[in-house]
């Protein structure tokens, strides 16, 4: 596969060499000249396309991997993946970061938004009384223009009421209510499950019906309490969980 660098790494700059070719590779993607789902060179010969060892190579295009750029098939080679947002340990971020991430720009559609009385279980999540005021916001988020899930947040709205009449909310949720609200996320709480999904998030999504989805609930906090919960509905095909896992040294000291 031939490819037109955009810069090759040079050995004066302090930048590392690793993240010099991390960064020719990443442009190579986004400018197109390899498109989603095709496979890159195969390690020799990018070594020999940028002029670094092995060792760089595989220290950059883990990286790649890593952040959801690349996926890596035993046996066949690497490829580049269609847009995924990968979650796992990470920090307190938006969809919006999480995109920009994915060298992608985060759009949304407005679905419905309105101000309901909290059901119990709501009023439970968001540790609020049963009945208060609460605004539903519900978006299909798109990444590059794709659809990557249907997200419905809730907020209690004594905490949240400039947000009403201060137009359509189409950016960072987040940016939002700390610009407008004073709000700004400290700390946040996910469970994930599987779920099959039904009509109409199917179609607004883009997947048959009885697909697997990734069922996301997240209880989001400031200094004073939890002030969103959101439900969130992602693609199976575009999204991804990823821990690490260590073991534990055998001579750690006991509390």
Not at 36 to 60: F, K, N, W, Y
Not at 99 to 119: C, D, F, K, W, Y
Request: with cysteine; hydrophobic share 40%.
């Amino acid at each position: 596969m031939s490819a037109v660098l955009p810069s090759a790494p040079d050995r004066r700059r302090p930048e590392p060499l690793w993240h010099q070719c991390e960064r020719s590779i990443r442009a190579l993607i986004e400018s197109g000249q390899w498109p989603a789902g095709s496979q890159i060179p195969a390690e020799d010969r990018l070594c020999a396309m940028l002029g670094v060892s092995r060792i760089t190579i595989r220290h950059a295009l883990r990286n790649l991997e890593e952040s959801g750029l690349l996926r890596r098939e035993h046996g066949r080679g690497t490829f580049v993946r269609s847009a995924t947002l990968v979650a796992g340990a990470r920090g307190l971020t938006s969809f919006t970061e999480e995109m920009a991430n994915l060298g992608l720009t985060a759009g949304s559609r407005l679905l419905g938004q309105e101000v309901i009385a909290a059901p119990g279980d709501l009023a439970a999540a968001l540790e609020i009384d049963e009945g208060a005021p609460v605004l539903r916001i519900r978006r299909l988020r798109l990444g590059g223009e794709e659809p990557i899930g249907v997200q419905t947040a809730h907020l209690p709205l004594e905490r949240v009421e400039k947000l009403l009449g201060a137009g359509p909310l189409d950016g960072s949720l987040y940016a939002a209510l700390e610009t407008r609200c004073g709000i700004k996320p400290e700390e946040a709480r996910e469970v994930y499950r599987v779920a099959l999904i039904d009509e109409p998030e199917a179609s607004l999504l883009g997947v048959a019906r009885g697909g697997p989805v990734f069922v996301v609930e997240r209880a989001t906090a400031d200094s004073r309490g939890i002030f969103e919960f959101t439900l969130s509905l992602m693609r199976g095909d575009r999204y991804e969980i990823r821990s690490t896992l260590r073991a534990r040294p055998f001579f750690e000291e006991k509390p």
